[in-house]
């Protein structure tokens, strides 16, 4: 079935180095993606979205990429922190407003000190 | 500050006791949904709500009722709650449409006995 999935469970890298973290989509309707934060005990905290028009947006030390002929997307964290240690997960619009957003089960990223 | 805030945070109850769980959001968005987390299986839609008096079941609705009287509220109900019912519950909303970016609340981390 189609789904929103995720290329590695964890991820653990040292303070500074870039974290790159991957997400692999299989409805080529889709058009609108979202990353999302997820520190231990809160909620989940957007992050950066993107839409199916573009192939790269900025934020504040993230960068997600879109690939859309292999249908792959990843979010890039410069100079990771420690408070960057989170879980990560992607969400998928499959294609218009009513449709629901579909969450990946996400990546575990541990910054080490 | 915009936000959503869910009420209690904590709850440990019995089989069996209706139980509510609130959700507000102060952010005069139309779409609110609940979603419940367990471990392996991400994020979960119980039920959600396009606006005031619409409401309509996500993926995972049994032992689950909702209502949505006004917009800015929208309450997760147990009615007669069971141990496969805990979880970690948490409230969202989005301006317009279940496809668009949404807004989580902290979480509620409910264990039914």
């Known amino acids: 079935g189609e789904s929103v999935g995720l290329h590695l469970p964890t991820l653990s890298v040292q303070e500074g180095d870039n974290s790159i973290i991957n997400c692999a989509y299989s409805?080529?309707?889709?058009?609108?993606f979202i990353w999302y934060k997820q520190e231990s005990g809160k909620g989940p905290q957007f992050i950066i979205d993107?839409?199916?028009?573009?192939d790269k947006r900025q934020g504040q030390r993230v960068t997600v990429l879109l690939n859309k002929t292999v249908k792959h997307l990843s979010l890039q964290i410069a100079a990771t922190q420690p408070g960057d240690s989170a879980v990560y997960f992607c969400a998928e619009n499959r294609g218009g407003s009513n449709y629901k957003l579909t969450f990946g089960k996400g990546t575990l990223l541990t910054v080490n000190p | 500050e915009a936000q959503v805030t869910q009420n209690p945070r904590y709850l440990i109850t019995v089989t069996g006791k209706k139980l509510t769980v609130t959700c507000s959001q102060n952010?005069?968005?139309?779409?609110m949904s609940w979603y419940r987390q367990d471990p392996g299986l991400g994020l979960r839609q119980i039920y959600y709500?396009?606006?005031?008096?619409?409401?309509d079941k996500g993926d995972v609705p049994e032992g689950y009722k909702v209502s949505r009287k006004e917009k800015r509220n929208f309450p997760l109900i147990l009615e007669s709650p069971s141990p496969n019912q805990t979880s970690l519950y948490f409230c969202?909303?989005?301006?317009?449409?279940?496809?668009?970016?949404?807004?989580f609340g902290p979480g509620t981390r409910l264990t039914v006995l």
């Open positions: 952010m005069n968005h139309e779409y």
């Open positions: 969202a909303s989005s301006f317009y449409s279940q496809g668009d970016t949404q807004y």
């Open positions: 709500s396009m606006n005031v008096e619409v409401t």
């Open positions: 409805n080529s309707a889709s058009d609108y």
């Open positions: 993107i839409r199916s028009n573009m």
